[in-house]
Nanobody
Framework: QVQLVESGGGLVQAGGSLRLSCAASGRAFSTYDMGWFRQAPGKERESVAFINWSGGSTYYADSVRGRFTISRDNAKNTVFLQMNSLKSEDTAVYYC?????????????????WGQGTQVTVSS
């Protein structure tokens, strides 16, 4: 099983950019589908972006489509989330997650492994 560590969060002004990274250790990272989720205070954890094991299929929530880009480098055991044109409503703790399960990739219960999260704060 992989272990996940996120990095790259921080404080940024509205309109700015951040790049989150999620480094995986352990075996067979390239066999896992990967997702980015976020959770704001008082809100449920929501799916932001998804990429399948090969990188050939991606998904974005409507709220971030056109602004965020998910990618992965299986040779470096890392998945990225490039976030541009950030808005105050993007403020949340961002988590990466890995799964071998099937089922809806929007459902956090369909993921096997989670990182510890990284805080993203967008000031208006």
């Amino acid at each position: 099983q992989v272990q996940l560590v996120e990095s790259g969060g921080g404080l940024v002004q509205a309109g700015g950019s951040l790049r989150l990274s999620c480094a995986a250790s352990g075996r067979a990272f390239s066999t896992y589908d990967m997702g980015w989720f976020r959770q704001a205070p008082g809100k449920e954890r929501e799916s932001v972006a998804f990429i399948n094991w090969s990188g050939g299929s991606t998904y974005y929530a409507d709220s971030v489509r056109g602004r965020f880009t998910i990618s992965r480098d299986n040779a470096k055991n890392t998945v990225f989330l490039q976030m541009n044109s950030l808005k105050s409503e993007d403020t949340a703790v961002y988590y990466c997650a890995a799964r071998l399960q099937i089922g809806s990739f929007k459902n956090p219960y369909n993921y096997d492994v989670w990182g510890q999260g990284t805080q993203v704060t967008v000031s208006s």
